[in-house]
């Protein structure tokens, strides 16, 4: 169904999927720009040692530990972070949009492709109609020439028509197989083994 295939098309084609992953990156390159707003938190250490002299001239070593907790906490920074804050939102409002630009051009693609193939089938069957009928005066015209009703001109003209309504049709064929090609490329469903595919058969 044409439905289920452009809803397919919007959340699966390469294109909507590379500008998903811009947006989101987009996303998270704002949230990390707010994030430099909040308070940090860092575990401290230290150790000191050295060598030092206690009663009675006598040599010794002291040592010391501490551990603690810093809290960081931006007061003013010249409106730096603003800045890039605003400057990321700029950047996630530009990769929505291109985002939505993506899915609109995918779906509009696809639902034209889809068109251009079943007008391109229809064609198909009208012409392999218009050769079956062609086939048919054709054969009526010779056997009319032959108990003398119609003259050669009209056998000409019958085959002509036969012959024309015939490259009407394999032209119209080939256009059906470049339009499947072309909707499966539109909906992002497009495979080498699909070409290799339409190519065996114009081998034939």
């Not at 707003?37 to 501490?66: F, H, K």
């Not at 000409?156 to 049709?169: E, H, K």
Request: glycine content about 6%; proline content about 2%; hydrophobic content about 40%.
């Amino acid at each position: 169904p044409l439905d289920e295939l452009v809803s397919r098309a919007s959340e699966e084609h390469p294109a909507v999927r590379r500008a998903r992953v811009a947006y989101d990156v987009a996303q998270l390159e704002t949230e990390k720009a707010r994030a430099q707003r909040l308070p940090t938190i860092d575990a401290v250490a230290s150790l000191q040692g050295g060598r030092g002299t206690v009663a009675n001239n006598i040599s010794g070593t002291n040592s010391g530990a501490s551990v603690g907790v810093q809290i960081n906490l931006p007061l003013f920074t010249g409106g730096q972070i603003q800045n890039r804050i605003k400057e990321t939102l700029v950047l996630e409002e530009r990769s929505r949009n291109d985002l939505e630009a993506a899915r609109r051009f995918v779906t509009q693609s696809t639902r034209q492709a889809w068109y251009n193939l079943q007008s391109g089938a229809a064609q198909v069957k009208a012409l392999e109609a218009a050769e079956a009928s062609s086939q048919l005066a054709l054969e009526a015209t010779q056997l009319g020439y032959r108990v003398g009703i119609r003259v050669n001109v009209d056998v000409l003209n019958a085959q002509s028509q036969l012959y024309q309504t015939r490259r009407d049709l394999a032209r119209a064929r080939y256009d059906v197989l470049l339009n499947t090609l072309r909707l499966r490329q539109a909906s992002g469903r497009l495979a080498p083994s699909d070409v290799l595919a339409v190519d065996r058969l114009l081998v034939r």
